[in-house]
């Protein structure tokens, strides 16, 4: 599957399946060894079942068979009385129904039956009610769809009860897609349809957001209008898009006219991108990728900044605010699904590192005023678990993903646990509580904590499917694989040379795959902030190499010191010092030749950016090098010194017009090496931390400009800002920086560039660098008391 020939030139369905499969494939690979004891995990998963025990327990008792919990009064939602937010209630025992399948990962079998029978005799939908027509859908729909395939493989005696229910309830809702364009009104009366003077406008979220439970009920009943009338809603809005494949957050369903201009990611659109996907996967439709692809391209281009998606003006693509919503980061769990793992690690870390402001994440948070804005409740939302979940797929065993489930675990238990449940926080900025439990705290946010923290044998058993057959709606209720939806269009049945149209690069005349420099988004924040190009984790190193059709491998970095004037003598080589480069989070493609030099090797991970503590150079410094290093460097014979005119200058060229796509100044594009340093002597900086301008060392009678002008300077870490350091060696007219990390930090070579024109932090910073360990920062300090040194850095 990793090579482009093979399978993904057969006949369209091998195809279709090929593609299918690389979205997932990513999360089932166990590339790393468990790094987390597992009496932790244990520990852990068993601290998440009992909070399971204390949630579901309590509105079993103090509210069942109201639709809610009311946690800190200790009793049910019985009418209502918050406006939108009551807009699912229907005295239809809500909360029981959201949360019956994961009564099954919960091991709570004997639960699941008595809930099982309950349904069947005594909920009931022919109601005179007005209810959201969205939020009864993913809630009781999913949740009867989902508990009658759990019910069908642990209850014998089980009969079908749900499915009855679901397709009554279908039947119900597909009432509201009675309009001119298809798509459906927000509300629904249960009994008589659509009301008298409802209101016409329906955000994105709500009109594209059926695929998999009409979808599933399709599939379950055999009725293909079901899907049909889900997925002639969903192409009714796309077709409606902009020439940026943006589209606004609410539309009016009689004349199909967008009603406002904001494009996000997050409320109002967020679980249409993600149904685009799933649906993909779930019933191989191919129309579904071919949307997410354009989607996700405009997304990545216009929305993302940093490690957020920010909403933007449809029209313009440009930000509108910097506000977020939890819900935007859904966006990370695409990422993972997709297969750019590095991308929703990258995007979790940032969301992470908001959360960790208030242990909690608001409703709104103002990324320019680095503060929650009025709305700075927190309804125990899943989607950040929901992205670290998937990444406990992607990267199993990684101790750090591990940590963040479990600090956002304590952190619930510690501040919302109360004798009756679990309360939202009102005000994270105060812990002030809110009479609030949510049902999806229970059927979402307990189980990707649990799925994301529990043992691997533990989570395989939870579910009667295969995790890698099965798609969690944006509810969090489980479906397993199915085919294509009965009635349903088959593209390939129209065409057969639909999915060469969808996919090029699987054609049998296509060229070999090739990447370009930057993705997407880097063509737009490359002029926005100083991108830093970090290597996270050993399991991130190993995800990026990784190859596809539709990603590449990443590039090797090595920087090389060597005395002036002697490259390479007897058994004495210069200092080699290795590691990968990936920028923000995307992997960096290595160049045509020497992808064609790697193309046969397994690259040696465990070579990759390892500490060098020899007290010479050469030796086992050299023994470290990895294989593929060794094929780069194999054009550097003995004696021979790399040459700026054989190794040319990569660096970003941004003299243009704002917007358009940066090119490498460089005209040879197929070069097996490139240069991110130019060749440059090496010193020392004047104060070694460059926290206060540079000065000229003591006993040196040269000028500040003959001594760092030109030159690549070594500074330490810490005392002040890293731009402020960089700043420094700029004015005294440095080339570069090989910045020293701080002792027992991270050991691996980090590759750091600041383009110029740049807005934002370093927005001034010209100069590039690179920091290595303290290991190796020593030996290069003491190389440099025997006599001059050169360098580079190159990939």
Known sequence: LFSRPGPLRGHGPQKENAMRLLCWLSLFCHVVAETVPRHERVAAAQKVQDMYRHAFDSYMMHAFPADELRPLTCDGRLKRERGDLDSMLGNYSMTLIDALDSLIIFKRKAAFKVAVSYIQDSVHFDKDIEVSTFEVNIRILGGLLSGHQHAVKVLPKYKGGLLNKAVDLGERLLRAFDTPTGMPRCRVNLRSGIPKGSSTTVTI??????????????????????????????????????????????????????????????????????????????????????????????????????????????????????????????????????????????????WYSLWKKHDALPEVFDTRAESPTQARDSPLRPELIE?????????????????????????????????????????????????????????????????????????ASAIPWSMGASIFTTEGH???????????????????????????????????????????FERVAVQQRCRTKYLLTPSYQLQMIAETTRRCRPQIVTLLVWLDGIFQQSATGPMRIFGLASSLGRPVPALPML??????????????????????????AAANMTGTCQDALAGLGSGERPLPQSLSLLRLDLEQSPGRMPFFSST?????????????????????????????????????????????????????????????????????????????????????????????????????????????????????QKGSLVATLFT
């Open 387 to 459: 992205a670290i979940f998937y990444l406990s797929l992607a990267l199993p065993g990684d101790a750090m993903v591990f940590e963040m489930a479990k600090s956002i675990a304590t952190a619930i238990d510690e501040q919302s646990r109360v004798s009756c449940g679990f309360a939202s926080v009102a005000d994270v900025t105060t812990k002030r509580l809110d009479n609030r439990m949510d049902s999806f705290f229970l059927s979402e946010t307990l189980v990707y904590l649990y799925l994301a923290m529990a043992p691997a044998d533990e989570v």
């Open 668 to 784: 040879q594009r197929l070069e097996p090496l490139r240069q991110l340093f130019a060749t440059r002597s090496v010193t020392v900086a004047d104060p070694l931390n460059a926290c206060s301008d540079l000065q000229v060392p003591l006993k040196q009678k040269q000028t500040l400009e003959d001594t760092y002008a030109g030159r690549l300077i070594v500074i330490s870490r810490g005392g002040c800002l890293f731009v402020q350091k960089l700043m420094r060696a700029q004015q005294a007219g440095a080339a570069g920086v090989i910045m020293m990390n701080s002792e027992n930090y991270d050991q691996r070579l980090q590759v750091m560039t600041c383009p110029n024109q740049e807005r934002g932090g370093g927005s001034e910073v010209r100069i590039p660098a690179a920091m290595i360990s303290w290991n190796d920062g020593q030996l290069l300090l003491r190389q440099l």
């Open 205 to 350: 979220a709500e009109a594209g957001s059926f695929l998999l439970e009409f979808g599933m009920l399709s599939v379950l009943s055999g009725q293909s209008r079901f899907y049909n009338a889900a997925k002639r809603s969903l192409l009714a809005f796309w077709s409606r898009r902009n020439a940026l494949d943006l589209v606004g957050t609410s539309i009016d369903v009689n004349s199909g006219n967008f009603v406002d201009q904001q494009s996000t990611t997050g409320p109002g659109q967020d679980s249409f991108f993600e149904y685009l996907l799933k649906g993909y996967i779930l019933f191989k439709d191919l129309e579904l990728l071919d949307i997410f692809l354009s989607a996700y391209a405009a997304v990545e281009q216009h929305h993302s900044f940093e490690g957020f998606t920010y909403t933007v003006d449809m029209n313009k693509g440009l930000m509108m605010n910097t506000h977020l919503s939890p819900l935007a980061c859904v966006w990370a769990s695409l990422q993972v699904l997709i297969g750019d793992v590095a991308s929703g690690l990258r995007s979790v870390l940032y």
């Open 478 to 520: 489980i479906f397993p694989l199915q085919g294509r939806p009965p009635g349903s269009d088959d593209p390939l049945a129209t065409s057969h040379r639909h999915s060469e149209v969808l996919f090029p690069s699987a054609a049998l005349t296509a060229p070999m795959p090739t990447c370009e420099a930057l993705s997407p």
């Open 595 to 620: 992808h064609w030099q790697m193309k046969d090797k397994e690259v040696d991970t465990k070579g990759i950016a390892k500490p060098i503590q020899d007290a010479d150079f050469g030796g086992a």
